[in-house]
């Protein structure tokens, strides 16, 4: 393959094309159902849905004898589903390669800066601002770009189905049922491509070597039927927020935020204990100064591997909401009724989500204080993924294809984050191979305020995959 061809194919539809499909797209706030219960009536995933497939369509039509639809399964948000056949008549072309991505996005979230907003795509000094570039709009773009590009030069690839699915951010619940739907037509991928993840710089291609799984719910704490005047009431009837923090020492140390309950914990593998220290000297201090800390907020720990196994091997909790509690400034000497807390729980990618689930229900329900109602309602749970050994071919793919694209080698690393279909597929098909990989780098801030795609990485991502892609069907068997 003609490395500067591609790099210069790649950097040229990115700006032509791709950047402004993108600029347009982050207009839509195409948000997942979980946030839009609604979004059928409301019909923003359905313009995304339009907006990616007239791009795709004209890309598609590049691609000899390939295919794209867009697939709906009554009731469910939709997937786009393209086939790419391979090269023709041999082994390669029997094999099958995954593409996926999504294009639901993360609600709004408060702290946006003067200028930016997440509907109002912005682009400065090569990074476009906006919700859902980053994650994950820009996949089926790359994907394509990466098929096309091994197209203009005659380069032998296998056969490749990308699956944009519409309820990532959701927990993906709505994909099960389109993996079951179009089974026959996926196929069983040797290699699976995911463009949905992290980086821990924009500096060189990264590896996603493990996804944390989660679980969460809503831990609420009732003590009256009505508000009552705190004077009157505190002494004789509990205060929920004091009982809702008493429940969550029981699942976390409130001292060190470590989570109790033993199903939540794993023993980390020893060879991702080995790569946190090679990615620890790789990010530096970078690590845990891309978060923008208030005040003399720090980390619990200077050791920077640690702190990498912090954020993809230990469980951690988070709460991420509550209700039951006015504003300050609306607040009375009242003896509320009660809390809710909103909890987020993150979990080691091989811990079990559903015992740890069990376990935080039971902690909480059990043998509540003073007597008080006490429901948690589960949001659902998914266990996290620790990918199967890099084949040599793939170790060597990677690292060549990140020195052909950002100049300097490839590193790995485990995500905080969870990609739900990745642990289903990794279950589904055992042998396949994971490259998972994306943008979202030092201050990218995907579900938070500033969200931004890193336009030149993203480039460099679409490259790289189309390498991976050529170095796969050309691997030893
Ligand atoms: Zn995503």
Redesign the pocket.
């Known amino acids: 393959m003609d490395i500067a061809a591609l790099n210069s194919f790649t950097a040229d539809i990115w700006r032509d094309e791709i950047t402004p499909a993108l600029v347009d797209y982050i207009r839509i706030p195409a948000k997942s159902p979980h946030f839009d219960p609604d979004w059928a009536a409301n019909g923003h995933i359905d313009a995304a849905v339009e907006h990616m497939v007239g791009w795709a369509r004209g890309k598609v039509a590049e691609l000899p004898g390939a295919t794209l639809e867009v697939v709906r399964l009554e009731g469910r948000t939709p997937v786009i589903f393209i086939e790419s056949p391979g090269e023709p008549s041999s082994e390669i072309g029997a094999d099958t390669v995954l593409l996926y ?2 294009l639901d996005k ?1 609600p709004e979230m408060t702290g946006w800066s003067q200028g930016l907003g997440p509907w109002e795509p912005v682009i400065r000094s090569d990074r476009l601002y906006g919700r859902g570039g980053a ?2 709009g820009y996949a089926i773009y790359a994907s394509l770009t990466a098929l096309v590009a091994l197209q203009r030069q005659g380069v032998k690839r296998a056969r490749c189905v990308v699956l944009i699915e519409a309820c ?2 959701s927990g993906s619940f709505d994909l099960p049922f389109y993996v079951e739907h179009l089974k026959d037509r996926i196929g069983a991928p040797s290699l699976v491509i995911c463009l ?2 992290g980086c821990g710089n924009y500096d060189q291609l990264w590896l996603t070597t493990s996804l944390r799984g989660m679980t969460g719910g809503r831990l609420t704490v009732e003590v009256l039927t009505e508000g009552v005047h705190s004077g009157d009431a505190s002494g004789v009837v509990p205060d929920s927020f004091r009982i809702a923090r008493a429940l969550l020492s029981r699942v976390e140390d409130a001292a060190t935020g470590e989570v109790l309950p033993k199903v939540c914990t794993v023993e980390i593998p020893a060879d991702r204990v080995r790569q946190a220290k090679v990615a620890a000297q790789a990010l530096g201090e970078e690590a845990w100064r891309k978060f923008p800390f208030a005040g003399d907020t720090h980390p619990p720990t200077g050791e920077i591997a640690e702190l990498v196994l912090n954020r993809t091997w230990r469980p951690q909790l988070t709460v991420i909401g509550a209700d039951g509690l006015p504003k300050p400034s609306d607040a009375g000497n009242v003896l509320r009724p009660s809390t809710t807390l909103a909890l987020s729980l993150r979990l080691p990618p091989t811990a079990d989500a559903h015992a740890a689930e069990k376990a935080f229900e039971q902690a909480f329900t059990a043998d509540p204080p003073q007597g008080a109602k006490v429901t948690y309602q589960s949001a659902g749970a998914a266990t996290g993924w620790n990918a199967p050994p890099l084949a040599p071919w793939l170790e060597a793919a990677v690292q060549k294809a990140s020195k052909a694209t950002f100049g300097r080698d490839a590193a790995l690393m485990g995500e905080g ?1 969870s ?1 739900p279909f990745i642990g289903m597929l990794g279950e589904t098909f055992p042998d396949a191979q994971f490259v998972i990989t ?1 943008v ?1 780098g030092p201050h990218s801030n ?1 579900h938070g305020p500033n969200e931004f795609i890193d336009l030149p990485t993203g480039q460099k991502v679409t490259a790289a995959a189309a390498i991976i892609l050529a170095d796969h069907a050309e691997r030893p068997r």
């Open positions: 991505g999504h993360q994650d994950d990532e951010e949905d993840s984050g990609i994306g979202l995907a």
